[in-house]
Structures are given as C-alpha cells and as structure tokens.
C-alpha cells in the first residue's frame, strides 16, 4: 500500500465493520484495485471486510446473484460457460480490460466506488439491479434508488423479468475508458435506459414503446447531456449526438 496507512482491522461481523466505517480517514478494503489506482493519502485505516462478505456467484433460471465478494474475473469464469451471451459478461471486461485487475475488483467495490463510466454499474441500472446493503440491519433496496451509505453485500438482477438487453459504448479506443455508455432493457410495454460515460452520476430513463420516436431519443439525450461536460474527449453537442446515436442503436437491437 502507501506509507499513509496506519493500520488495518479485520471486523468479525458486519455491524461491527459498519461501525468502523463511520470513523474519519477509514475506508473499506476487499479487492484494494481502486485504493491502489488512487493512492488516497488521507485515508490511515483500512477496514478489510473480506471476512464478512462472501464471494459466490450463482445463476438460476430465474436470477442471477453476486455476492459483494465475487471478482469481475471469478464472474466470467462462472457464467461465460453457461450463459454465453450475457452482456454483463462483455460490461465486466469493457470496465476493466486487464484481467490481473479483474482477478482483484469486486462487484461489491466496484458498486460502492459508483464510476459513472462503469458499464458494470451502466448495466446495473438498466436492469435495475437489487442490492442488499448492511446498515443497522440488512435491506435490499434497487441501485437506482440507493444512495451510497451502508456496505453492499449482494447484487441480484432478474434477466426472465427483462425481454431483452443491450449495451452500446463509445471510446477512443476499445480498451479506453469510455465517453458514452447506453445500456437498454425491454420489459413490461417500456425501455428503460440508463445513460453513463464521462458523466457526474448514471441517469436512467423510461419510455413507453407506444411512445418510442425519433423525438423521445432526441428529449433523452437533451436531458442526459445535461450530467457531462465538455473536456478533450469531445465538445456537450458531439456527446450528445453520441448519446443519441447510442439510445437508437439500443433501440434498434431491442
């Protein structure tokens, strides 16, 4: 690690790492890929909380559970077999090209760092992923909806509740972060968008399929375009016309 660090403790229990949690210059620890990649000075206590998550990965015909533990790569190595054409299989490698790196962030860390430019936490959204988070207690509550406090412990998505998925991402080049990321579900008579890249949060949006036009893409990407920011990647109106681009070719493949 980094001389920083002062000290690292390992919590028996979840409410005991929670705890922890709401002291100054702590942070949790599982995999670590981001505290490496960031180098965060201020923080002198590590809370390694692999103790108290697990790590399973497990795929039935009706949903799909991550425990908060489980590696990006332990993901793929459990689920390409079995469900080839999972997109969140192409989500876990487009988010992090390196496989060293993939062998150490979880799907909890990656979650609880919330990076917009995720196609992990893009896809998330636009199932509609259920968290179960440790606060006081343990509650599931959907990724749109949480707000970042607490210790996520598991990540469950429905695919038989989904017609159909699809993800559209736009970068540099393919193992860049990416400007733009759309992912799109059909489900229920609607589309549900969420909208990522090099972005201040994840938006999602909805449509009716009765009401899918030209129009209501056009009204998506004015509203998500309102989160980015011009920068070297690209001027508000050509990451604009990315995200529109993006939502009709979601759009088209669903």
Known sequence: ???????????????????????????????????VAENNKSIQTLIDINGVISDKVTVNKKNVNIDAGATLQSFIDSVKHTKPNCRLLDGAKNSCPSKNIRNQRTFGGEVGQNRPNSEILVFLHAVDAALTVFTNSEKTISIRKWDGKGIVTKITYYPKQIDSIELQRYSVLPSAPAIVIVGGTRRSGQLEFAIGGTANNIQTFVVRIDDETNNSIANIAQKAISQFIPDHFGSLNYKESLIATAVK???DAL
């Not at 660090?5 to 995999?31: C, H, M, N, V």
Request: aromatic share 14%.
């Open 1 to 35: 690690m980094w001389y920083s660090i002062k000290s690292i403790i390992k919590p028996d229990t979840l409410a005991e790492a929670y705890s922890l949690q709401q002291g100054e210059r702590t942070t949790l620890f599982s995999g670590g890929s981001y505290l």
């Open 249 to 251: 070719r979601v759009v």
